[in-house]
């Protein structure tokens, strides 16, 4: 199998019924942070923005949104009532797609605590982590 190198790739190696669905969630990533980076993370697609995002992936009978936390899917837990959820994982379907709004809210959740994160290893280092230290 070759190596899979961007998003583009990805998704057009998942079957045909998944793309136009992962190509929505890839929009609805890039519009909520224009600034994030596309990137391809354990396999998959997934984006940076102070950290790790989120990404998503495609599977023979569903796909998946993974906010790489737990504590994304606590915070959403009654919203998320309904779909198949465990650590940092929430499973969907074509038939039941996570709502837009769901999903960007989660997105701005999970970057709030990134930047939360970041701003407080900056006051304990005096630097970002972001920032390589000579």
């Known amino acids: 199998?070759?190596?899979?190198?961007?998003?583009?790739d990805y998704i057009a190696l998942q079957p045909e019924k998944f793309q136009e669905a992962?190509?929505?969630?890839?929009g609805v990533f890039n519009k909520t942070f224009p600034?994030?980076?596309e990137v391809i993370s354990y396999g998959m697609p997934?984006?940076?923005?102070?950290?790790?995002l989120g990404g998503f992936a495609g599977f023979k009978d569903h796909?998946?949104?993974?906010?790489?936390?737990?504590?994304?899917?606590?915070?959403?837990?009654k919203e998320l009532k309904?779909?198949?959820?465990?650590?940092?994982?929430?499973?969907f379907t074509l038939e039941k797609p996570i709502p837009v709004g769901l999903l960007k809210k989660m997105l701005k959740a999970r970057a709030?605590?990134?930047?939360?994160?970041?701003?407080g290893e900056k006051k304990k280092t005096g630097t970002s982590r972001l920032v390589k230290k000579a």
Do not use: C
Request: hydrophobic share 40%; proline share 2%.
């Open 82 to 91: 309904g779909f198949k959820t465990s650590k940092g994982t929430i499973q």
């Open 22 to 26: 992962l190509e929505k969630i890839r």
């Open 46 to 52: 997934a984006f940076k923005y102070h950290g790790m």
């Open 63 to 77: 796909m998946s949104f993974f906010p790489w936390t737990n504590k994304t899917v606590e915070l959403f837990k």
């Open 35 to 37: 600034k994030a980076e």
């Open 112 to 119: 709030k605590d990134l930047l939360e994160k970041e701003k």
């Open 1 to 8: 199998m070759a190596k899979i190198k961007n998003i583009d």
